[in-house]
């Protein structure tokens, strides 16, 4: 069974930072593009980053040049990580594993909330 499990959410102050971790089943996570979403109340769920399998990245622009997101492959793992945070980031960040084929997927962690709040 196909697994994604994130951790590193929490309460952080205006201008803070926080990692989050999302590590995945190793049967695919080699194959997968991996993203990091966030939904808030009332909002649809929207990409925040994204990183391929061969490391190419893609960041929506309300996060560039504050998030960085990077994959360790040997650990099976995709992080997240999120500095200069703002009010406007407080949200549930979801992890994602794609792969788009004839053989794809399409998994959901069951996400880990971020509070940005002083």
């Known amino acids: 069974q196909v697994q994604l499990v994130e951790s590193g959410g929490g309460l952080v102050q205006p201008g803070g930072s926080l990692r989050l971790s999302c590590a995945a089943s190793r049967s695919i996570f080699s194959a997968s593009t991996m993203g990091w979403y966030r939904r808030t109340p009332g909002k649809q769920r929207e990409l925040v980053a994204s990183?391929?399998?061969?490391?190419?990245?893609n960041y929506s622009d309300s996060v560039k040049g504050r998030f960085t997101v990077s994959r360790d492959n040997a650990e099976s793992t995709v992080y997240l990580q999120m500095n200069s945070l703002k009010p406007e980031d407080t949200a549930v960040y979801y992890c994602n594993s794609r792969k788009v084929g004839l053989i794809g997927w399409d998994h959901w962690g069951q996400g880990t909330r971020v509070t940005v709040s002083s």
């Open positions: 990183i391929t399998n061969e490391g190419i990245t």
